[in-house]
Nanobody, 119 residues
Framework: QVHLAESGGGLVQPGGSLRLSCVAS????????LGWYRQAPGKKRELVAVITDFGSTHYGTPVQGRFTVSRSNDKRMVYLQMNDLKPEDTAVYYC?????????????WGQGTQVTVSS
């Protein structure tokens, strides 16, 4: 079991920045990857960014060049630095952990944090 808790969301003007944080607890040694997804009203949940156990990163096309994902070495924290925010970035942002125990793969999710980009 892995528990995830996000923080750092809020209201920001277009062009502004926010930094989201997520703290992981529980069986963190089994985490393969940590990442961020988002879901806007009426839309499907989409990948924002992911960082693997080896430190490789992958970003969704809409955020490439503007967002940066990072994590602590002990895998207890994952961060999302969001720059040059746009109104279309408005969504609930969810922290995700991809956990492997033996051959079993399980996704864990945080409760989400609201990001609103508006003037």
């Amino acid at each position: 079991q892995v528990h995830l808790a996000e923080s750092g969301g809020g209201l920001v003007q277009p062009g502004g920045s926010l930094r989201l944080s997520c703290v992981a607890s529980g069986s963190i040694l089994n985490i393969n990857a940590l990442g961020w997804y988002r879901q806007a009203p009426g839309k499907k949940r989409e990948l924002v960014a992911v960082i693997t156990d080896f430190g490789s990163t992958h970003y969704g096309t809409p955020v490439q060049g503007r967002f940066t994902v990072s994590r602590s070495n002990d895998k207890r924290m994952v961060y999302l630095q969001m720059n040059d925010l746009k109104p279309e970035d408005t969504a609930v942002y969810y922290c995700n952990a991809d956990v492997q125990v033996g051959s079993d793969l399980t996704d864990y999710w945080g409760q989400g944090t609201q990001v609103t980009v508006s003037s």
